[in-house]
Each structure stands twice: as structure tokens, then as C-alpha cells.
């Protein structure tokens, strides 16, 4: 019932309050789990890669136009995080930055649920004073390249997550669920094992 935040608390309400209104029911160990399960975290595994693919070539560009952008302690922004990929499709680079009133720049951080919006809005401003500008000729078309890639990032992100929901309502119809009750397996894991190793029927 909580999508936000989990714990066992959470959880437990959650699981009593499905008893009381008897809409709880008995999971059987179902043979298409595994191969659902299966096609889920390979896929899952694929994407991955690619968002590191993707990252990598982000910050290649982000080199490029902003150096040290994505350094937390250089900028105070955690790289790739919402605030960081809107500001980077919004005609990134040190001028830019600069031109922003430092209020206006503090109350778009704060939008974005950046901790101590101001504190990052003055970090960033320095920074785009201190760090080198990129090539005048070359800025359009890196700022449009980057645009492109912190979009099919984006896309990445949204794919990954309907996967991981993917991952868990099949896991759950395994008895690979309670992999998840042994610490240091989350759900990716657990998942992971229980595709490829198939019903515990079939163990030999």
C-alpha cells in the first residue's frame, strides 16, 4: 500500500491488513514464473549496460561543456539525479549557469527536492565562473548531443524501473521470495538466482 518507503513495520501492516480484509491467497509455485522471470532479469541485465553505455558518453559531453559538473563536491548536485539531467537539457554550460539570478537558480533547485537549494545554487555559480568554457563554435551542437543522450538515459531509467516491478510480481510466485528474507539478497539477486536455476523440483 506504500510505494514510497518500506520497512518491516510497513510491511507488516500492509501483510495484516490483507488478512483482515481477506483479499490475501495462495501462491502456488507457478512454471511461467521462470521463464517471465527469466526474460525480466536478462533483459534487466542488458539495459544496464547500456545505461552505463550512456552515462559513460554523458560524461563525455558534460567534460566537454562543464567540467566537473558532475563532482559532487565540486558542484554540490548529485550526478544524474533529476535536478542534474533537467539542468543539462536546458542549454548547458558555464554561461548559462551564470546568467541565472542566484534566487531564481536556488528556487528550480528546490522544485527538485535538492537538499539546501541555495548552498547549491552559489556552489554551481562558482563553479561556472572557475572552470574553462567550451568552444564557442562546437557549444549548439554539443548542447544538442547531450540533450540526446540525457533523454534516452531517461528512457533507460523508466525501462529499468517497469522491469524491476516486472522482477518482483513473478519473484513472488516463487519460492525464490524467501531469498529475499537472508540478508544481502535483495530482490535483483534473488530473482537473478531463482530464473536460472529453474523450480526446485528440478534440482538434481
Given amino acids: ?50 545505461r552505463t553505455a550512456v552515462s559513460n558518453r554523458i560524461h563525455s559531453y558534460v567534460d566537454r561543456l562543464f567540467p566537473s559538473f558532475l563532482k559532487v563536491e565540486k558542484s554540490g548536485l548529485a550526478p544524474f539525479s533529476a535536478a ?13 549557469l551564470r546568467r541565472r539570478p542566484r534566487q531564481g537558480l536556488a528556487d528550480w533547485l528546490g522544485r527538485r527536492n535538492v537538499e539546501e537549494p541555495k548552498k547549491v545554487a552559489d556552489q554551481l555559480k562558482q563553479l561556472a565562473k572557475a572552470v574553462l568554457p567550451p568552444a564557442p563554435e562546437q557549444t549548439v551542437m554539443l548542447q544538442r548531443s547531450l540533450t540526446q543522450w540525457v533523454e ?53
Fill in 84 to 96: 542534474s539531467l533537467d539542468l543539462m537539457v536546458e542549454r548547458f554550460s558555464p554561461a548559462q
Fill in 1 to 50: 500500500s506504500n510505494f514510497q518507503a518500506s520497512s518491516d513495520s510497513l510491511d507488516l501492516l500492509g501483510i495484516a491488513r490483507c488478512c483482515l480484509n481477506r483479499r490475501g491467497q495462495t501462491v502456488r509455485d507457478w512454471p511461467v514464473a521462470y521463464t517471465n522471470l527469466r526474460i525480466a532479469t536478462r533483459d534487466r541485465d542488458q539495459l544496464v549496460r547500456n
Fill in 152 to 204: 534516452l538515459y531517461r528512457g533507460l531509467e523508466k525501462s529499468l524501473t517497469l522491469l524491476d516491478r516486472e522482477q518482483a510480481y513473478w519473484l513472488a510466485r516463487t519460492p525464490g521470495a524467501l531469498l529475499t528474507s537472508i540478508g544481502g539478497f535483495g530482490i535483483t539477486l534473488a530473482a537473478g538466482w531463482t530464473a536460472e536455476l529453474g523450480p526446485p523440483t528440478q534440482w538434481q
